[in-house]
């Protein structure tokens, strides 16, 4: 038998889905099984859907607007490590 779940809004189209589970499913994710736990037969962009809200269009679009530069992460990690100081409270 199958669960019809809502799923969290998309952060980037601001849409939700409406996702079928089977309750097996729905049982494990509300134990509180890990999301590969409780749809191991699912693929990721499903999973994806289920525990954030973002489509896999979504994603894709996310992911092509991200700027990555190598080079500028390094710099910004040598800036913060210059100034970096653990706190001995931790």
Partial sequence: MAVT?????CIYCG???ILEITDEE????????????ALPDRDADFRETVMTGIHPE???IIMK???YNDEDDIDDV?????DFSPRSSI
């Fill in 65 to 67: 607007e991200s700027t």
């Fill in 15 to 17: 849409k939700h889905s």
């Fill in 26 to 37: 729905f049982a494990a994710l509300k134990t509180g099984a890990l999301i590969t736990d």
């Fill in 78 to 82: 040598e800036e913060v490590s210059d």
């Fill in 58 to 60: 979504c994603w894709d």
């Fill in 5 to 9: 779940v809502q799923t969290p809004t």
